[in-house]
């Protein structure tokens, strides 16, 4: 299949029947979310289980030192 990967992989796991989509995610700019735009428009599409996998290397925007949890 050829295309944009939010619109190929939902149709690409509908075509096969899976019933889990793996998937890569890399969060770009916006410290604080979690998984990308891509990654966001592809789980708003299907109805599967999805394992979101972050590359090797990967080091989270997220802190527990920013944020007072004692408030």
């Known amino acids: 299949m050829e295309g944009y990967v939010r619109n190929v992989v939902p149709e690409c796991a509908m075509t ?6 793996v998937m890569g995610v890399v ?4 410290p604080g ?7 966001e428009d592809i789980l708003n599409q299907i109805d599967y289980s999805v394992l ?3 590359p090797a290397g990967f ?9 007072d949890i004692n408030s």
């Not at 096969?16 to 989509?21: R, S």
């Not at 969060?27 to 916006?30: K, L």
């Not at 080091?59 to 944020?67: A, F, H, K, N, Q």
């Open 59 to 67: 080091v989270s925007p997220i802190t527990l030192d920013r944020y």
């Open 52 to 54: 979101a996998i972050n």
């Open 27 to 30: 969060t770009r700019g916006v």
């Open 16 to 21: 096969v029947g899976a019933e889990l989509v």
């Open 33 to 39: 979310f979690i998984i990308g735009n891509t990654a």
